[in-house]
């Protein structure tokens, strides 16, 4: 789509076309036709797209820095570990993408194929695209609204060629607006598995993640569960202490009220951070650490979330 | 369009300081907040962006006794606190609009303007409804990791390419003291901020503790604003704030 006024009402509103600021956009014709608001023809070739992909995860948070990123990685670092299982990471936080560099794949660049975008291969069975690797330079911004940001992610599922892959996972921005819109509309028809939601100890993550949960209910997007990361500190001197205190109970009582699985807590090791700086897996760069076993856990409790929900082919009940 | 230039609601606010990251959670609301707490404890007059109406517009929600900081957010406005705004950038930048030109601000020395992480439409809002009045400029917040380094020189490029000057970088959540045995551990690696502010020549304003104390009395609503002084990153912070009064132009009535 080509480049919209700063005021667009959006495409499905009922102002498309007929607002003051509708005038002189490129779009406005076709907006006003009402031919806008129908289904955008990519939902279909998303799925379609997705016939190959068994199982498709989100990876949540109403709130930012509480461990998406470093999540989702790691996520696909403990799948991808059984070179049997085909592992996809796609990261659609279009102005903050830190997958490649937690990956350890900053610098890379993706290719064009015949089939469409190939995703760059950590390993044989492990595949990551971003934003990151489109932009030519580390200090690049990309200063995108809404719909220009829609359309990467668009691209994102529809374009590049995954192949047959076992585990779709998503790493998203915080918040609930334009990306985690798109990733719900665009995937409707293909069926997602479920949403990760990752939140700190913090009353004031929580806050945000009710909110994330909130979002969820209204896009019917099933929740596999919540992770608290950050969850206790084990001081290299002394003992546990609390750097993110659960002053409202943390994770464990906001799931109880909202009767939501916790699966699992994840402490916090200053290793972690450093793996991530060094874009090295943590499960590899530190197997005894009481996060790589909380880590560990949380993946199978996934894997078996998953394991029950295999997908049904045409029959399957989208969200 | 609302007419640019005119002072409207924010004639009586001397200066604008906007608190931008390109990641989250590195400590932007914590830190506008805390450098409220710390200009407000210099003496000044603050507003950090709940909610009844008087003839002049919104009226914001005061956080102490002798009204000396204020309070705006959409977080006054939701009708329960887990409702969620699932909305996208075009709404976004209405509210933010309303925000500037609908609040009776009155008479303030600072209005910190705190954002949520990236560089896209809130950002391109408030740079783009701020300009006329001529902001100080943006603090930018970063945590001593590369991942967060990484995300936050592109906030930089934003602030270059939409001409908003940068006050200087802050490095949040830089070393943490163990409240048992007072070991300095640095949970989230060291160095990145500093460097951060070399590569894009800019003033390095400082590193900020984490302080769970802090955090913890600002969650429960304790009187954080006597408790203050005493946390580790007072020090950090009232030195921040002395920077950033020292940058503001003499003269300004």
Not at chain 1, 19 to 27: E, F, H, I, L, T
Request: aromatic share 6%; hydrophobic share 40%.
């Amino acid at each position: 789509m080509e480049e919209v006024p700063h005021d667009c009402p959006g495409v499905g509103s009922a102002q498309a076309g007929r607002g003051a600021s509708c005038q002189g956009c490129p779009n406005q014709g076709l907006c006003a036709s009402g031919a806008g608001a129908a289904p955008d023809p990519a939902i279909e070739e998303i799925k379609e797209k997705m016939k190959t992909v068994k199982h498709k995860i989100l990876v949540l948070s109403g709130k930012g820095g509480v461990g998406k990123s470093t999540f989702s990685a790691h996520l696909a670092h403990g799948l991808a570990e059984d070179e049997n299982t085909q592992v996809a990471l796609l990261d659609i936080d279009i102005c903050g993408p830190s997958i490649p560099k937690i990956m350890g794949l900053e610098g890379e660049q993706v290719h064009q194929s015949g089939s469409g975008w190939s995703p760059v291969f950590l390993e044989d069975n492990l595949g990551v695209m971003s934003v990151g690797f489109l932009l030519s330079s580390p200090d690049d911004a990309v200063i995108w609204r809404g719909p220009k940001k829609n359309g990467m992610i668009k691209q994102f599922l529809r374009d590049v060629d995954w192949g047959e892959v076992d585990y779709l996972i998503v790493d998203t921005p915080p918040g609930t607006s334009d990306e985690h819109l798109s990733a719900v509309q665009y995937l409707a028809a293909a069926h997602i598995d479920g949403a990760v939601i990752i939140t700190t100890p913090q009353e004031v993550s929580l806050q945000d993640v009710r909110k994330e949960i909130s979002f969820c209910h209204k896009v019917k997007l099933p929740i596999i569960g919540v992770v608290e990361n950050m969850s206790g500190f084990i001081c290299p001197k002394c003992q546990e202490t609390q750097i993110f205190p659960p002053t409202t109970g943390g994770a464990e009582v906001m799931c109880h009220d909202l009767k939501i699985p916790l699966l699992g807590k994840v402490p916090l090791d200053p290793r972690i951070g450093k793996s991530c700086d060094k874009g090295q897996s943590f499960l590899v760069e530190a197997p005894d650490s009481p996060a790589t076993l909380a880590y560990r856990s949380i993946i199978q409790r996934i894997q078996e979330f998953c394991s029950l929900r295999q997908p049904k082919g045409e029959n399957l009940v989208g969200s | 369009m609302e007419a640019a230039g005119e002072p409207g609601n924010l004639a009586g606010v001397r200066h604008i300081i906007l608190v931008l990251s390109g990641k989250g959670g590195v400590g932007k609301s914590t830190i506008s907040t805390e450098l409220a707490l710390a200009l407000r404890h210099a003496g000044k007059k603050v507003q950090g962006k709940a909610v009844h109406q008087c003839d002049s517009g919104w009226v914001p929600v005061f956080v102490d006794q002798e009204q000396s900081i204020s309070l705006m957010s959409v977080g006054f406005l939701l009708e329960k606190p887990d409702e969620a705004v699932v909305w996208r950038g075009p709404k976004k930048n209405a509210l933010i609009k309303q925000f500037v030109s609908d609040v009776a601000w009155g008479q303030l020395d600072y209005l910190v303007v705190d954002t949520p992480p990236g560089t896209s439409d809130e950002h391109m809002a408030v740079v783009d409804t701020l300009r006329p009045y001529s902001p100080l400029g943006a603090l930018v917040v970063t945590t001593p990791q590369a991942v967060s380094v990484g995300d936050v020189r592109r906030e930089l490029t934003f602030c270059k390419k939409v001409g908003l000057r940068v006050i200087g970088v802050v490095e949040n959540m830089s070393g943490f003291v163990c409240p048992h045995c007072a070991e300095c551990t640095n949970v989230f690696s060291r160095g990145g901020g500093e460097e951060l502010a070399r590569h894009a020549g800019v003033p390095f304003l400082g590193s900020v503790p984490l302080d769970p104390e802090l955090t913890r009395s600002l969650e429960e609503g304790r009187d954080f604003i006597q408790g203050f002084p005493e946390s580790p990153a007072f020090p950090a912070l009232s030195c921040i704030a002395q920077k950033i009064l020292n940058e503001a132009p003499v003269g300004l009535s």
